[in-house]
């Protein structure tokens, strides 16, 4: 079998195949049995009818039919193989020439995926800013560390910001009590903002059994956006007592043996954070001015105690 391919376009290209009949045995004999399958002659047993009874009784056009359909698929497929084409989808083939007992061909057009020819990027030097991490962002990441790790202690004062407290919460809205909105034993971060607006402030200053009243918009359920009067009643107090920032912490909170160790730690991570950051911001900082010349082109939770 012979094949060429001529480029119709960047992404479609005519690959033109010849097949010698000689090439072509084994699909005149799988016709041939299919064939005695389907023809019952005078004489035979079923699917051992011979070649040329066969042939007679359907004619040799129908047999060379039934060849070429079998040998298409097949033969495409080796072509593409053979030609190293990357096709996409399903070709359109043409028979385009049956020669009896000489030559099969046909022409097969498909879509291929287009050669990509990068430029050189070898002379374009990409800048980066420097990224600098300070002591402060280590801080904020050790602090971090240490809430995971600290315990909640109850205490017997009046609630502060930052405080972990159990709450009662019931609501009204023109004196009609508000099911969805009422609720007990609900865990809360003060001054995390996570409940219900007007809550952190209301809650600030009362002690364990004292209750408040204060407004708020509802935001969701049958009520919502209608203004309700929300009575919040502290039932516990915590505080969260963080570890001490040290080299026995370094070994509780990680596999590093010093605070030193721990930090520099967190350091590179936040360094890789902010690479990460920096690439997703802007891919092409740096390289604009570099490629002037070449325009369009690269541009926790708390431990209860």
């Known amino acids: 079998m012979k094949s060429t391919v001529e480029q119709l376009s960047p992404t479609r290209v005519r690959i033109n195949v010849e097949v010698p009949f000689a090439e072509l045995k084994s699909d005149f004999d799988k016709a041939y049995k299919a064939l005695a399958q389907q023809i019952r002659l005078p004489g035979f047993r079923p699917g051992k009818a011979p070649a040329r009874l066969l042939e007679a009784r359907v004619g040799r056009g129908a047999v060379l039919e039934q060849v070429v359909n079998d040998a298409l698929p097949s033969r495409y497929s080796e072509a593409v193989t053979s030609a190293g084409v990357k096709a996409i989808g ?22 291929v995926r287009p050669e990509i020819e990068l430029p050189d990027f070898s002379s374009i030097n990409v800048e980066v800013d420097p990224i600098e991490i300070t002591d402060e962002a280590i801080e904020e990441q050790l602090l971090s560390l240490r809430q995971r ?19 009662d919460l019931s609501a009204t809205v023109d004196g009609e009590n508000v099911a969805e909105a009422t609720a007990s034993g ?42 309700a009067v929300v009575t919040v009643t502290v039932q516990t107090v915590k505080e969260r007592e963080l570890p001490a920032e040290d080299d026995e912490f370094a070994q509780l909170a990680s596999e590093f043996d010093t605070l030193e160790e721990l930090k520099a730690d967190l350091r590179e991570r936040v360094a890789r954070v902010r690479k990460v950051e920096q690439a997703r911001s802007d891919p092409r900082q740096g390289s604009r001015a570099a490629a002037r010349d070449r325009r369009g082109s690269v541009a926790g939770g708390c431990r209860q105690g």
């Open 90 to 111: 399903q070709p359109e083939i043409e028979v385009t020439k049956i020669e009896d007992g000489e030559l099969l061909e046909f022409t097969a057009e498909v879509d």
């Open 186 to 227: 609900l865990s809360h971060e003060v001054g995390s903002g996570q409940l219900i607006e007007g809550l952190d402030e209301a809650i600030i200053g009362l002690k364990a059994g004292e209750s408040k009243d204060f407004t708020s918009t509802l935001v969701a359920g049958e009520y919502a956006g209608k203004e």
């Open 149 to 167: 790790f600290g315990t909640l202690t109850g205490v017997d004062r009046a609630v502060e910001d930052g405080d972990f407290v159990s709450i």
